[in-house]
C-alpha cells in the first residue's frame, strides 16, 4: 500500500530540559533524594522549594554536575538553536552570603575536565529566586552556534562557595496577642473587642483604635498584655543585647499625660523607675517613646530566648487634673534585638534545568489512508440583466478541506515494537578517569574535594590504573560506534645526560585482554610535554558493549630510563553513539497531535494523485483502538488547504 509523509517546520520552538542522571562531581549535600539530580528535577512550574534540594556550606570551592536530557523529540530534526537559557532555583538559606561567597552555573563540553564556562558570580539571598545563565552560542567553541549534538553533549553543573557571616544588630517584634494579667484601661471604639486588639497593629492606625486613661487626675491605669510566640521571629540562635518595650502615644488636647512601662517576668512586674515617668505627652501629635532592659530583670543576668515563652509587656499611663482629658496608647509591642555569631549558611538549590530555543523541521511517515474525501467550495455571484439574462462570476474558493482516514498496526502503546516507522540520533559524551588504586610510586594524585586533576606521577617499573566513573550513559546496548582516549603525558627527570622515558597507555575492558594500547616515549625533561589529540581505542571484534565501555579501565606504566618520571594527567574518554529507535502506533498519535499543537502549516507528499499533496492546516485529529489482538488503530484528520 506504501507510506506518505506529514512534514512541518517548527520555528522558535521552545524546550525545557531536566537533569536525569549525575556527573563526576557530586559535591554537594543531596536532601530529601538519594541523587542529586533527583532533588533539583522540579517541573519549574512545580517547584517544591525545601522539600528536596542539594546544598553547600563550606568555604571550599567546589562543583555539582549533572546530566541533562537530550533536546527534540520523536520525528524532530533540528536545524538551528538559538538559544540555551540555564536556570538554577536558588538561595542563602537565613542569612545573606558575604561578598566572598561564590555562585555560579556552569557547563561543559568535555566531562568536567578542563573545557568549563563559568557564569558571573550570581547574588543570592534568603528566599529562592531565579537564577539564569544565557548563551546566544556556544562558548566553549570557538564560540559558534550550538548544534543538537553540542546541547547533548553538554554536562551542567553549579559551582558555590559559603563564606562565614557575622549578622549584628538583629531584631525581631513581638506584639500584644491575647490579655495578660491586668486589664485597667477604657478601649475605644470598644465595640466589643479585646484591648489588645487596638494596640497590636503592624502599622499603627493612630485615632481608629487605642487603649486610654481619663480623668480623674493621678489615677494610674494599667494593662499587661500576652504578646506572639517566638517561632514568628528569625531568631537564629543569635545572643540578645537588649530588650525594648515601644509604644505610640498621644492625648486628645486637654491637659497632660504621663506613660511608662513594665515586664512580667517570672511571674514578677519590673516597672521602669518614677523618673521615667514624667514623660509629658501632651497635645494632640503623637509621640512614639521605649524603655530598654539590657538584662532579664529577674535573673540580672543576660536575656535568654526562653525568657520569653511566659513574659508579659504592661503599660501604665494616667492624665492630669483636666475634666475630659485622655492618655491614649494606639500601639505597644516588645523588641528583641541580638546578634548572629559567625556562622557558614547554605547555599541550596532546589531546581536546576535549561531551556533550549531552535528551529525544527518534523516529518512522520504513514500508511497511506484508506479513503480521502474533499470539499471545494467557492464564493459565486450571480447578476439578473433587465432582458431577463443572467450571469454567474466565480469570484474564489471560500475554502477547501481535505478528509483522510486510515489505519495504524502492531506495537503498544509505551513500547517501542511498532514498524511504523524508525528514526537515528547520534551524539557523543565525554567524561574524566579518576584514580582507582594508590602506589608508592605515585605523585600528585586526583584530589576529590576540589575535582582537579594534578599529574600522576610514575617512576621506573611504576605502574597505577584509572577506571571509568559512575555516571549515567544516554545510550544502549549496541549503538556506540566508536571509543576515543585523550590525555596530557610528559617525562620529567635525569636530563643530564637526557634519557628517553618509555611511557605506555593501554585501554582495557573488562577482564579481557588489553586492547588499543597507546606506546608513548617522550624526552625525559621539562620540554617532553605531550598533549594529545583524541585516539581511537580498538573495539573489541563484535564490536563495543555499553558494558564494556562501563568496564574500561586505563593502565599507564614506565619502562627503563633510569631515574626519568612519566607524568600523566587530564585522561579523559569520548564516546560516540548512535540510537537507533522505533516508535509505536501510541508514539504516532501522539506525534500527529504535537503537530496540530504547533500550529505550523503541514506539508502532505507522497499521494497519488498529486492533488492531495499540499500545504495544509490540522483542523481535527481522532483515533480509535478497533482491534488489540493485534494493535490496530482507526484515524481520521480534517484538512484545510492554506493555498486554496
Known amino acids: 500500500m506504501g507510506t506518505f509523509t506529514l512534514s512541518q517546520s517548527r520555528e522558535k520552538k521552545r524546550q525545557t530540559i531536566y537533569p536525569i542522571g549525575k556527573g563526576i562531581h557530586t559535591n554537594f549535600t543531596v536532601v530529601g533524594e538519594t541523587n542529586n539530580y533527583e532533588s533539583v528535577d522540579d517541573d519549574k512550574k512545580n517547584i517544591d522549594n525545601d522539600s528536596t534540594y542539594v546544598y553547600h556550606d563550606t568555604e571550599s570551592t567546589v562543583s555539582d554536575t549533572y546530566v541533562f536530557e537530550n ?3 520523536q520525528g524532530e530534526t533540528i536545524t538551528a538553536i538559538s538559544s540555551l537559557n540555564v536556570i538554577a532555583i536558588a538561595k542563602s538559606h537565613l542569612n545573606r552570603p558575604v561578598s566572598t561567597s561564590e555562585y555560579k552555573i556552569a557547563i561543559s563540553d568535555d566531562g568536567w575536565v578542563t573545557n568549563i564556562d563559568y557564569s558571573d558570580n550570581k547574588d543570592l539571598v534568603t528566599s529562592y529566586i531565579r537564577l539564569n545563565n544565557s548563551y546566544s ?14 546541547i547533548n553533549n553538554l554536562r551542567f553543573g553549579l559551582y558555590a562557595k559559603s563564606d562565614s557571616v557575622v549578622e549584628t544588630d538583629l531584631s525581631c517584634t513581638l506584639r500584644p496577642n491575647a490579655a495578660g494579667d491586668l486589664t485597667d484601661t477604657s478601649m475605644y471604639p470598644d465595640t466589643g473587642e479585646a484591648s489588645y ?7 499603627s492606625d493612630k485615632t481608629d483604635t487605642y487603649i486610654f486613661a481619663e480623668y480623674p487626675a493621678n489615677q494610674q491605669t494599667i494593662d499587661l498584655f500576652n504578646v506572639n510566640e517566638l517561632t514568628s521571629c528569625a531568631t537564629d540562635g543569635g545572643t540578645i543585647s537588649h530588650v525594648a518595650v515601644v509604644g505610640v502615644f498621644q492625648t486628645n488636647g486637654i491637659g497632660n499625660g504621663y506613660v511608662y512601662a513594665g515586664l512580667k517576668v517570672g511571674g514578677t512586674e519590673y516597672w521602669k523607675p518614677a523618673e521615667q515617668r514624667t514623660i509629658n505627652v501632651g497635645g494632640s501629635s503623637w509621640l512614639t517613646k521605649s524603655w530598654t532592659w539590657d538584662e532579664n530583670p529577674d535573673t540580672s543576668t543576660t536575656w535568654a530566648w526562653s525568657d520569653f515563652e511566659s513574659l508579659q509587656i504592661g503599660i501604665d499611663m494616667l492624665h492630669s487634673a483636666n475634666t475630659g482629658g485622655e492618655c491614649r496608647c494606639t500601639q505597644l509591642y516588645l523588641v528583641i534585638y541580638y546578634n548572629i555569631a559567625a556562622v557558614i549558611p547554605e547555599i541550596r538549590t532546589t531546581a536546576f534545568y535549561a531551556d533550549v530555543l531552535y528551529d525544527a523541521d518534523f516529518s512522520i511517515d504513514l500508511q497511506k489512508p484508506e479513503e480521502i474525501s474533499t470539499n471545494h467550495t467557492r464564493n459565486i455571484k450571480m447578476l439578473n440583466f433587465w432582458n431577463s439574462e443572467r450571469e454567474v462570476y466565480d469570484l474564489n474558493r471560500s475554502s477547501k478541506t481535505q478528509v483522510m482516514r ?4 502492531g506495537g503498544q502503546c509505551g513500547d517501542s515494537t511498532c514498524s511504523d516507522t524508525e ?3 547520534e551524539g ?11 602506589w608508592s610510586s605515585i605523585s600528585n594524585a586526583y584530589d576529590g574535594n576540589t575535582g582537579t586533576y594534578a599529574s600522576i606521577g610514575v617512576g621506573e617499573g611504576g605502574t597505577c590504573y584509572f577506571s571509568a566513573p559512575d555516571i549515567t550513559y544516554p545510550v544502549g546496548d549496541a549503538c556506540i560506534t566508536k571509543v576515543e582516549i585523550r590525555y596530557y603525558a610528559y617525562g620529567s627527570g635525569s636530563p643530564n645526560p637526557p634519557n628517553w622515558i618509555n611511557m605506555q597507555l593501554y585501554a582495557r575492558y573488562l577482564d579481557e585482554s588489553e586492547t588499543g594500547r597507546l606506546d608513548l616515549k617522550v624526552w625525559a625533561g621539562s620540554a617532553g610535554d605531550y598533549d594529545s589529540d583524541w585516539v581511537t581505542v580498538t573495539a573489541p571484534t563484535e564490536g563495543w558493549t555499553l558494558n564494556q565501555v562501563k568496564g574500561l579501565s586505563i593502565k599507564f606504566f614506565t619502562e627503563s630510563g633510569g631515574d626519568g618520571w612519566g607524568r600523566l594527567k587530564d585522561v579523559s574518554i569520548k564516546v560516540t553513539y548512535k540510537e537507533v529507535e522505533t516508535y509505536s502506533c501510541c508514539d504516532t498519535i501522539k506525534m500527529i497531535r504535537s503537530m496540530g499543537l504547533v500550529g505550523d502549516d503541514i506539508i502532505i507528499t507522497g499521494l497519488t494523485p498529486n492533488c492531495f499533496n499540499g500545504t495544509f492546516k490540522l483542523v481535527s ?3 480509535n483502538q478497533i482491534s488489540k489482538t493485534p494493535i490496530m488503530f482507526d484515524w481520521i484528520m480534517q484538512l484545510e488547504d492554506v493555498e486554496k
Not at 552560542?137 to 553540542?150: A, G, H, K
Not at 486510515?406 to 498496526?409: C, D, H, I, Q, T
Not at 557523543?428 to 594508590?438: K, N, P, Q, R, V
Open 406 to 409: 486510515g489505519f495504524l498496526y
Open 197 to 203: 486588639e487596638d494596640i497590636n497593629d503592624e502599622t
Open 428 to 438: 557523543t559524551m565525554s567524561f574524566h578517569w579518576g584514580l582507582t588504586e594508590s
Open 71 to 73: 533536546i527534540g523529540e
Open 423 to 425: 528514526f537515528t540520533t
Open 137 to 150: 552560542v556556544n562558548p566553549l567553541n570557538t564560540p559558534s552556534d550550538f548544534t543538537e549534538t553540542e
Open 621 to 623: 485529529f481522532g483515533w
